[in-house]
């Protein structure tokens, strides 16, 4: 399938340039909206590598930039040793299985998983695999609850004091009450996913359900009255209201909920993972920060920008969601 270049809107600029159209205007639109925010990187890397070399701490030199990248890449040859030595690990097991049932016809091969270590790109697909799953819990939750809380004043009356009042509470004050929970109800021999992941994914649910809760009842309260008169002449029952007026009408500050509570549900994460020890960029940086090598900051560092990536993009993707399924196109890439 071919895509035009022109339809990808960062390029149009540069493709209109190319042809020759109101260059002097493309070329100022690029520099704003490209050559500015370079500048702004490059004056933060510079001041960034001064304040590294004036900084010493117990492992050494507070990394800089140069640091940082010299251990992203040692970070990924580690993830592609890990893998190489997996290939190898099922490679023997194979060979030594098929000689066995060469040498024996009514033996059963036995395939046993590898267990070397977790990398670093491991780690992220679990931290993105959790977060997501405490963000969809949350979202099944707070969508619903907000739209019902959002059509009758009476229950936004009853619910908001609750809802203010756990709204500001820290994943660290979670942590604690839902690790006892989990063990409590969860009790098994052979767990299907380890207690440590549950226990993130409820404290990631817990913390960021709340966003979505508020922003979905204020958009299904505030739907124009219109609407509301629309509904009431054709006589349309609670749940055809809801799926053909509140819902639609109320989309934009469900994504803004959904997207608040993403954000959230990122920050909480990391530091469920550390507390939780489940496997994760916030166990990857609390085990580097008990590790105490010369190495350490720098990979810190790595894992820092990786989340800040990650969350950035997280917005991004979400953005675009909203987008493509909202009425209103008025949202943002800010």
């Known amino acids: ?122 780690q992220i697909g679990t931290s993105l695999v959790t977060v997501l799953s405490g963000f969809l819990l949350a979202s099944i939750l707070a969508i619903p609850l907000g739209i019902v809380i959002g059509l009758s004043a009476n229950l936004h009356a009853a619910f908001n004091p609750v809802i203010q009042i756990f709204k500001p509470v820290s994943p660290l004050a979670w942590l604690p009450l839902v690790t006892m929970v989990v063990s409590a109800l969860y009790v098994t021999d052979d767990p299907v996913v380890p207690k440590s992941f549950i226990t993130s994914v409820v404290t990631v649910m817990l913390c960021c359900l709340w966003p979505t809760v508020i922003n979905t009842a204020f958009g299904v309260a505030t739907i124009p009255k219109d609407l509301v008169n629309v509904s009431q002449v054709l006589r349309l029952n609670w749940i055809t209201h809801v799926r053909k007026i509140a819902i639609p009408a109320s989309i934009p500050m469900v994504f803004t909920g959904l997207r608040l509570s993403l954000s959230i549900a990122w920050m909480v994460l990391i530091a469920a993972e550390m507390l939780a020890q489940n496997p994760g960029l916030g166990k990857f940086v609390w085990d580097e920060f008990q ?33 493509s399924v909202s009425w209103d196109k008025s949202a943002t890439l800010r």
């Not at 702004?40 to 930039?65: C, E, H, Q, R, Y």
């Not at 894992?303 to 987008?323: E, N, P």
Request: hydrophobic content about 45%; charged content about 25%; glycine content about 6%.
């Open 1 to 122: 399938m071919n895509i035009a270049l022109s339809n990808i809107a960062w390029l149009e600029p540069f493709v209109k340039v190319a042809k020759g159209e109101n260059v002097a205007q493309n070329v100022q639109l690029i520099t704003k909206t490209i050559g500015i925010p370079l500048v702004g990187i490059l004056v933060f890397l510079m001041l960034w590598s001064a304040a590294a070399n004036s900084i010493d701490t117990s492992l050494g030199k507070f990394p800089g930039p140069a640091q940082v990248l010299e251990q992203s890449k040692n970070l990924l040859a580690e993830h592609f040793a890990e893998r190489e030595r997996a290939e190898a690990f099922y490679e023997r097991q194979e060979e030594r299985n098929a000689q066995r049932v060469k040498d024996d016809p009514t033996y059963v091969p036995k395939i046993r998983d590898y267990t070397g270590k977790n990398t670093y790109i491991d």
């Open 291 to 323: 590790n105490g090598s010369s190495d350490s900051l720098g990979r810190i560092m790595v894992a820092i920008i990786t989340i800040g990536l990650i969350g950035f993009f997280l917005d991004r993707v979400m953005l675009r969601i909203q987008r």
